[in-house]
């Protein structure tokens, strides 16, 4: 079974930064979008960012200017960099492929904490 394997979390003083990386470990078909989605104790689940398979970005404001979402189509790798990082920013971060019509895809989750 297919899975969608992220990386790159972990812990980081403000001002810093961090790149997430999500590798599927096998081919998905009729991936429409990749995104990027987060999660802190207490709060929903919130896109971060989006990137269609056209290659159009969208970002969440809250992240606008600081976070970058990119993909690698020969490694079906989606990555997420993320700067100029706040304690606000410290969650879970997911990865999710999305297919019209068929089941999506999503990561394990990785943590990304940002000390004060």
């Known amino acids: 079974q297919v899975q969608l394997v992220e990386s790159g979390g972990g812990l980081v003083q403000a001002g810093g930064s961090l790149r997430l990386s999500c590798a599927a470990s096998g081919s998905i078909f009729g991936v429409n979008a990749r995104a990027w989605y987060r999660q802190s104790p207490g709060k929903q689940r919130e896109l971060v960012a989006t990137?269609?398979?056209?290659?159009?970005?969208n970002y969440a404001d809250v992240v606008k200017g600081r976070f970058t979402i990119s993909r690698d189509n020969a490694k079906d790798t989606l990555y997420l960099q993320m700067d100029s990082l706040r304690p606000e920013d410290t969650a879970v971060y997911y990865c999710k492929f999305e297919r019209v019509g068929r089941l999506d895809y999503w990561g394990q989750g990785t943590q990304v904490t940002v000390s004060s």
């Open positions: 990137i269609t398979r056209s290659g159009t970005t």
